[in-house]
């Protein structure tokens, strides 16, 4: 069955570096997004990327953050300077077309800004 | 405003007996209603989904869920737990004027022996 990947699992970095977390979507999906779960905290909407643009952000989603799809494959999100507050669980999901269509997410990776 | 209420942050029941997770949902217009549910130190993966289809949706590992318009829910039940249900259970509706999943705050599932 296809499946969302993301890599890495778990990523640790220093405040102010900026990281890249990489996710391969399901092949024929057309809409990705990003999530992030806080320890302990509910898993929060971050950004939806469709057509290769951003079609709907959140207020968390700030000029700090950027989204991408470099190739036919991978959809990345970068942080470009990283707050101890970003540290949290990100999962990716896509999703084939439409708005009624589930999402199927990726199994996350851990970010620890230290 | 769009949101999503699960009444209960922890529910504990006994091997065997019923399973009750509950979820509210806001809104004048019925959304796109789903169960995620989150093993410890994993992903989310959907249990089932509701699309306007059928009110009683059945989904994976035994679990159901049903469409209640009149009272904006849609709680989720199984009628005899099992060790392995153990984990945090999301309810999380979509609208149909945003591409975003709404999730709620999550109800952790204890299975006591």
């Known amino acids: 069955e296809p499946e969302v990947t993301q890599t890495p699992s778990h990523q640790v970095t220093q405040m102010g570096q900026e990281v890249i977390l990489r996710c391969v979507p399901i092949?024929?999906?057309?809409?990705f997004y990003w999530y992030r779960q806080i320890l302990g905290q509910k898993v929060e909407f971050l950004v939806s990327f469709y057509n290769n643009e951003i079609s709907e952000k959140s207020e968390i989603f700030d000029d700090q953050f950027s989204v991408e799809r470099p190739d036919g494959s991978n959809f990345t999100l970068k942080i470009r300077s990283t707050k101890l507050e970003d540290s949290a669980m990100y999962f990716c999901?896509?999703?084939?077309?439409?708005?009624?269509?589930?999402?199927?997410f990726g199994p996350g990776t851990r970010l620890t800004v230290t | 405003a769009q949101s999503v209420t699960q009444l209960g942050s922890h529910v504990s029941v006994s091997e065997g007996a019923l399973v009750l997770l509950r979820c509210n949902y806001s809104s004048s217009v019925p959304p796109y209603l789903f169960w995620y549910v989150q093993y410890p130190n994993q992903g989310l993966q959907l249990l089932l989904k509701y699309t306007s289809a059928a009110t009683l949706v059945k989904g994976i590992n035994g679990f159901e869920a049903e469409f209640k318009k009149s009272e904006t829910s849609f709680h989720l039940t199984k009628p005899s737990a099992h060790m392995s249900d153990a984990a945090e259970y999301f309810c999380a509706p979509l609208y149909s004027s945003a591409s975003k999943i709404i999730f709620g705050s999550g109800t952790r599932l204890s299975i006591r022996p």
């Open positions: 999901a896509s999703s084939e077309e439409g708005v009624a269509y589930e999402q199927y």
């Open positions: 092949s024929n999906h057309l809409y």
